[in-house]
């Protein structure tokens, strides 16, 4: 994964974690869900990275291992 993918997913996550904690704060249940929303696309965005990495990296490995 990219650091620049690295990065704008941790923000968004953060974001997310700023949105829920003012929709808390607020009494505001459409921002606090809004914010939640935006930490699990986040975290899902994460995940298919990671699965992406892991691809690459066994295949680069499989490679390897035929040389």
């Keep these: ?3 620049g993918d690295d990065i704008k997913n ?7 974690k700023a949105k829920e904690g003012i929709g808390k704060a607020t009494d505001n249940e459409s ?3 809004e914010g939640q929303a935006d930490q ?17 990296n066994a295949g680069e490995s499989l490679r390897r291992d035929k040389e």
């Design 1 to 3: 994964m990219s650091a």
């Design 10 to 16: 941790s923000t968004e996550k953060l974001v997310g």
């Design 31 to 33: 921002l606090e869900a």
């Design 40 to 56: 699990t696309k986040a975290s899902v965005k994460q995940a298919g990275e990671n699965v992406k990495d892991a691809a690459r």
